[in-house]
């Protein structure tokens, strides 16, 4: 039992970014919080942290975007390749980047809603 009084235990910023990368449940670290590709369960299937009012929303696409843009003008300014090499690259890549990189990012953001914001409600995001 930690100090909350609850049997769950007290994650560091680290341990919960991992969790949420893993697409795991911030306070038990087992149950999937992801029903299919971007949607969030209602609740943990094994503590029953209720993950419906999370509100992490849009907040992934952003940190994904940038780091699409961060990778496509590294490579314009490395190898300086004609306009139809960035048309080619940045179709796939950025399809896939994206689809393997939204969930995780929205993961970690649930976690870090999780970990930092403050309730009473102890089955609420944030709460013990
Ligand atoms: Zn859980």
């Known amino acids: 039992m930690n100090e909350n009084g609850t049997d769950y235990p007290e994650r560091t ?8 990368f893993a697409g795991r449940c911030p306070r038990c670290g087992q149950g999937r919080i992801f029903r299919g590709r971007l949607e969030i369960v209602d609740e943990c299937p094994v503590c029953g942290l209720v993950l419906s009012e999370h509100d992490a929303g849009d ?12 990778l496509a003008v590294w490579v314009e300014f490395k190898y300086e390749p004609a ?39 102890p089955t609420k995001p944030g709460g013990a």
């Open 13 to 20: 910023i680290k341990e919960t970014i991992g969790l949420g």
């Open 59 to 70: 907040g992934a696409v952003v940190p994904a975007l940038l780091i699409l843009v961060t």
């Open 83 to 121: 306009l139809w090499v960035h048309i080619v690259l940045w179709g796939p890549i950025g399809t896939l980047l994206t689809l393997w990189l939204l969930p995780r990012l929205k993961g970690i953001g649930v976690a870090l809603q999780h970990k930092h914001r403050s309730t009473e409600v």
